[in-house]
Every structure is written in structure tokens, then in C-alpha cells.
């Protein structure tokens, strides 16, 4: 007889049960799976040992995951029947929702996917039963070939004999797919298709093009309408449809991956560089620059030939081979060794705002998000392994003001251990993780633990920032490697006169400087703080009798360092003002008559609107009372 627990403690016991029976049992219908002493099955599992038994819903992680599975599964048979030709690739869960790629006998468009949802909604109302059916690899493969389904049959070819492999069957519809799935589609209520894509088969260029269809789905209808105001409002946020709006960059087919910044864009980008340089040396770091196309052989020796090669650019001088640097470690450990260190230098901190090149498919570019090259806000420090946390501690303290007091992001902490791919020493790996994890603990910091994602060199630390629409961005990395040092042979002399081998911490605290760009252009609308907008104050003369006056202005506020426009156009007020506010300017001044006459400017607020009369001294007072980290 075995016995099957719920997570409240009560027992059932039977010869076997399904997962169905029991949830049935203990009043729990409403789970779209479970978990069996950890392992996610679906309700129709049938049980015969002890086991205990954790529901999954579709408010849980999991339980949500197997919800928008099952709903790109109901998508998929939804194309069959409007498409019979349609031919399937892979339909996973991702974050926010589900995709399907397809390839058509025919292009579809935007215009189909209201059709493909009202199919969709017939399925969910039929409860169709999802039934698991466990195969061998040549069953699958005869099941997939019959149907003319060459995608799926290659899938299946590339695994191993002997794998038991799972299809499932709703109303006549085959799909090869792991599982879990919901028990029928009638849970697949509350989603919406978003948008067509081009998706190359596994990724790969060479291969052909299929049509990827996106999707999210939820548990509640009100979930789905939350999700779908934030999408909403991402796009109106797009950085790519404000970078042109605001004139801050734009993308060209002549350099695709490789954004062009208008001299707007570099305003910003430019105060970001004097903040990063400022906070840096405050916590006493030099900054060095090193070179961007570097020998071969010092990316064989640093790993990254074997590692990283195919995300590496490459060329030839004097008929010798080189590589464009994707990364700024090896030749800030070349300065490292351009000198004998001692343990009185240590630890040292070198910064670099590093210009680094890094292959990325065509497809997966995304503006500022995804390109090719960028200026990584890199430092390597290196340090004694009595330093160590020290260093983790005072980075992480640098990452807190940063994210949260400079541009108020709420953040999350993760901790990435060793990849399959990694080298060097396990004994090694283990201290650095044991390093990073009492680091994090020492400082009540929370964080999550994301087992195998570190980077081949060394354990780390990822920072997840949280934007005002709550989506998370990874912006910042501690990564702890033991590995670089020795395959350097670098070295400092210790107390003692004798040699001894320093540790290397890597960190970015922004990360890619146009990637952390796009964050902030989307987080804040293109409506900047203060501080970084690339115009500050904007004149706004009545008419032509008042423009000596209002040059006037604008040349005392820039003498005083502030940004300042004067806008001549002979338009009137109403079309400067919404001008100036649809390009998010913080603070308007109006002249006219009554201004010009008593030496005064009639203030607006971007967004409160007029705030009254001032005198030029009131006013840049009261710019002065506007954040600006630069001036602390």
C-alpha cells in the first residue's frame, strides 16, 4: 500500500493513484499539475510508492510555466486547422508568454492572429484532454514522418536510441513534446497572440526562416489585462521609437548592430562617463585604457579562444592573426604584469570604460539592447584572498547607490555557480563560490541561487534591476576568478619576500554603457532626471520683440554650465510649448512683455505645469535645488 502526503500533512493511501485522484481527494481541482517529491508531472501521472504531493497552480511559477506551454500547444492546433499545410518547430514557455515557430505555405500576417485566437478560444471551449503517450525514438520518428512533419522528425533524429520520448494527443492534434501540460485545454482561457517575428530554424542563419508566433497567457482574466497595459505602455516606452523622437541615436543597414549617437545621445551618454569617473575615484580606482585589437595568442591563453570564439571578430596585420577584443580582461592583466607588484599595491583597482565587439546574429538585435559593439564600464581588481570579501562588499555598496539612490531601481541579486564549460581547478571554484556566498550573507543581502550559470572563469554575482513597469534588467556583475591569474602567471610579493598569486575580481557596475542608455530612455519615458536631460531649460520668447532679452537669458544660463536652447521660430507659444514638452525639456521659460519689462521669466514644469514668476537669481536657485550626483 503506498502512501501519498498533501502539503498540509494529510495522507492518502491506495495501491496506486493518479495525481488527479489525489488533488480530487484533497480539494485542490484547480491545479494544472503537481510536483512528486520535486518532479513536475502532469495530473494524469498515476502513482504506485510513497510520494508527497505539491499542487501547482497557475498563480506559482511552475504552474504558470505549464499553463502557457499547454496554451502554445492550443495555439498550434489552432494553425492546423485554419493552415493545414502549417509545419511545426518548438512551442516553449517563456518569460511573459509562449511562442510557436512555423513555417507556413503561405505568409501570414498581424491580420491572421485575431483568426488563430477565436480558433484558439473554440479549443478552450471544447476541454479537449491533453493525453501523454510515451514512445521509443522510432515510434516518434514513424508517428512525426507519416504526418509530413520533417521539423519535428529531426528533432527526434538527434537524440540518443533508447530515450523514452512523450507525445501528446488533444481532439486528433499530435505534438512531440516533453510535457507537463494542463489536463484539457478548457484551463487555456484567459491569453493573447502579441506579434509575428522571423525566427531562423535552430537559430542558425544558414537554416530557413519560419514565422514566430508570440503569446502570453495567465490564470485570470484581470492577470492577462495587467500584462497587457504593461506591454502597452513598454511600447509607447520603445527606446528605439523614443531615441528617434527625442534625436538621442539612430540604427543604419550600414552598420547593422553598431548604433550612430546624435549629439543629444552623447549629452547623456557623456554624463554617465563624468558620473562613472567621478564615484570611481572617489573609492580609489585608476583608470586605465588598453588597445581594442589584440594577438591571437593572448586570446588562446586567456581562454577565450576556446570559449568565446564564436562571438569574436577577427583580422590580420602584417599577415599575423588578431582579434578585436570582445572583452577588457586580458589587456588590463597585460598592465597588470607591465610591472613588479607588491602586496602594498594591493588591492589594486583598475577601471577601464572599455570599447568591446561581440558577434550577435542579425535577428537577435534589439537597438541599444542587443548590438555589437559597446563601451563596457569594466574593473578588475586585484586583491590579496584576505581582501576578497572586502572588495565583494565595498562593490556591492557601489551597485546600492548606484541602482537605488542615483536612478531609483528596485534590484535583485543572484549568485551564478560553475558552468559545464568551466577550467581551472574545482578546489578553486569551490573557495570563490564559498567567497561570493559569505559576501552576500555578511550583508544580509538576498539573492537567488542560479546553479551552472557562472562564466567560465569564475562564480558571480548578477544584479537584476527593476524598472518603473516592473521589468527586470541584468545590469551589473561580481565575477571571482582564480583561473586568469594563473594562466598569467601573475604575481605580487608578499610580506615575506616571497612571491605569491594575487585574485582578479571582474565587475561592471552599469554593464554595456548604450545598453544601460536604453534602460533609462525606456524606465523614464525619455522624460530624464534633471541632471541627465540633454537640454535643461528651454526659452520661449512671445515673439520677435522679446528674442534680445531671451538671448540674454540663454547666454547667462549657460555660463552658469546649464543647458540651455532658445527656440527662435516664429510659431506661437501654444506650438513651442507642446514642442518643448514632447521633448520631455524639465523647465520652460516664457517671455513676453510683462517679463521682458520687469527683468522676470514665467517658469514651466515639465510636469507640474506653471510654477510662477521668477527672477533669473530665483530661479537658478531654484535649479540648484534640483539631484544632481555630480555636484556631490
Given amino acids: 500500500m503506498a502512501r501519498f502526503f498533501s502539503p498540509d500533512g494529510r495522507v492518502f493511501e491506495a495501491e496506486s493513484a493518479s495525481v488527479r485522484r489525489l488533488l480530487e481527494e484533497w480539494h485542490l481541482k484547480k491545479a494544472v499539475g503537481a510536483k512528486v517529491d520535486g518532479v513536475i508531472v502532469d495530473c494524469d501521472a498515476v502513482l504506485d510508492k510513497d510520494a508527497e504531493i505539491t499542487p501547482l497552480f497557475p498563480d506559482s511559477e511552475e504552474g504558470l510555466d505549464i499553463l502557457r506551454h499547454s496554451t502554445a500547444h492550443v495555439m498550434a492546433h489552432a494553425v492546423k486547422r485554419l493552415f493545414p499545410g502549417a509545419k511545426f518547430g518548438i512551442g516553449p514557455s517563456i518569460k511573459d508568454g509562449f511562442y510557436y515557430d512555423i513555417r507556413f505555405p503561405d505568409p501570414i500576417s498581424d491580420e491572421d492572429l485575431p483568426k488563430i485566437e477565436s480558433e484558439m478560444r473554440r479549443i478552450s471551449q471544447e476541454k479537449n484532454p491533453f493525453v501523454r503517450e510515451e514512445l521509443t525514438k522510432q515510434e516518434a520518428l514513424k508517428i512525426f514522418t507519416d504526418l509530413g512533419e520533417d521539423l519535428k522528425a529531426e528533432m527526434i533524429e538527434g537524440i540518443e536510441e533508447g530515450v523514452v520520448l512523450s507525445v501528446y494527443r488533444e ?33 542558425d542563419e544558414k537554416n530557413e526562416m519560419l514565422t514566430r508566433i508570440y503569446g502570453t497567457a495567465f490564470g485570470s482574466e484581470e492577470e492577462l489585462k495587467d500584462h497587457l497595459r504593461r506591454v502597452e505602455e513598454a511600447r509607447a516606452r520603445d527606446h528605439r521609437k523614443l531615441g528617434r523622437e527625442l534625436d538621442l541615436f539612430s540604427l543604419h543597414a550600414e552598420g547593422p548592430g553598431f548604433p550612430f549617437f546624435h549629439p543629444k545621445g552623447m549629452v547623456i551618454m557623456n554624463k554617465l562617463i563624468e558620473f562613472w569617473r567621478n564615484e570611481h575615484t572617489k573609492r580609489g580606482y585608476v583608470e586605465i585604457k588598453t588597445p581594442m585589437i589584440l594577438d591571437r595568442a593572448l586570446w588562446l591563453r586567456s581562454g577565450h579562444w576556446d570559449h568565446y570564439k564564436e562571438n569574436m571578430y577577427f583580422t590580420e596585420i602584417d599577415e599575423a592573426p588578431f582579434a578585436i577584443k570582445p572583452m577588457n580582461c586580458p589587456g588590463g592583466i597585460l598592465v597588470y604584469n607591465s610591472d613588479i607588484r607588491s602586496y602594498r599595491d594591493l588591492p589594486l583597482r583598475m577601471a577601464e570604460l572599455g570599447f568591446v565587439h561581440r558577434h550577435e546574429r542579425s535577428g537577435a538585435l534589439h537597438g541599444l539592447m542587443r548590438v555589437r559593439a559597446f563601451t563596457q564600464d569594466d574593473a578588475h581588481i586585484y586583491c590579496t584572498p584576505e581582501q576578497i570579501k572586502d572588495e565583494i562588499k565595498a562593490i556591492m555598496e557601489l551597485d546600492r547607490y548606484v541602482y537605488n539612490d542615483v536612478f531609483g531601481f528596485k534590484y535583485y541579486v543572484e549568485l551564478s555557480t560553475r558552468p559545464d564549460d568551466c ?141 540651455a536652447e532658445l527656440d527662435p521660430r516664429g510659431e506661437k507659444l501654444g506650438k513651442k510649448i507642446r514642442d518643448a514638452q514632447l521633448q520631455k525639456v524639465p523647465y520652460m521659460l516664457i517671455v513676453g512683455a510683462k517679463e521682458a519689462e520687469s527683468g522676470t521669466v514665467a517658469v514651466r514644469d515639465r510636469s507640474k505645469g506653471d510654477i510662477g514668476s521668477m527672477t533669473m537669481d530665483e530661479f537658478t536657485a531654484h535649479l540648484s535645488g534640483e539631484f544632481d550626483p555630480l555636484k556631490k
Fill in 423 to 563: 577550467m581551472g581547478d574545482i578546489k578553486l571554484w569551490d573557495l570563490a563560490e564559498q567567497n561570493l556566498k559569505e559576501a552576500l550573507e555578511e550583508t544580509e543581502t538576498p539573492y537567488k541561487l542560479n546553479p551552472g550559470d557562472g562564466a567560465f572563469y569564475g562564480p558571480k554575482i548578477d544584479f537584476h534591476l527593476e524598472d518603473c513597469i516592473g521589468r527586470t534588467w541584468q545590469c551589473g556583475t561580481i565575477q571571482l576568478d582564480f583561473q586568469m591569474p594563473e594562466k598569467f602567471d601573475m604575481k605580487y610579493i608578499g610580506s615575506d619576500g616571497a612571491e605569491h598569486r594575487p585574485v582578479m575580481l571582474h565587475r561592471t557596475v552599469l554593464g554595456s554603457l548604450e545598453r544601460f542608455m536604453g534602460i533609462l530612455i525606456e524606465n523614464y519615458a525619455g522624460a530624464f532626471p534633471y541632471w541627465l536631460s540633454p537640454v535643461q531649460v528651454k526659452i520661449l520668447p512671445v515673439s520677435e520683440d522679446f528674442m534680445e532679452y531671451s538671448s540674454m537669458i540663454s547666454e547667462k544660463l549657460k555660463g552658469l554650465g546649464i543647458r
Fill in 171 to 203: 481532439d486528433g492534434f499530435v505534438d512531440f513534446c516533453r510535457g507537463p501540460h494542463v489536463p484539457h485545454t478548457g484551463c487555456c482561457k484567459f491569453f493573447k497572440l502579441l506579434s509575428l517575428a522571423g525566427a531562423y530554424w535552430h537559430g
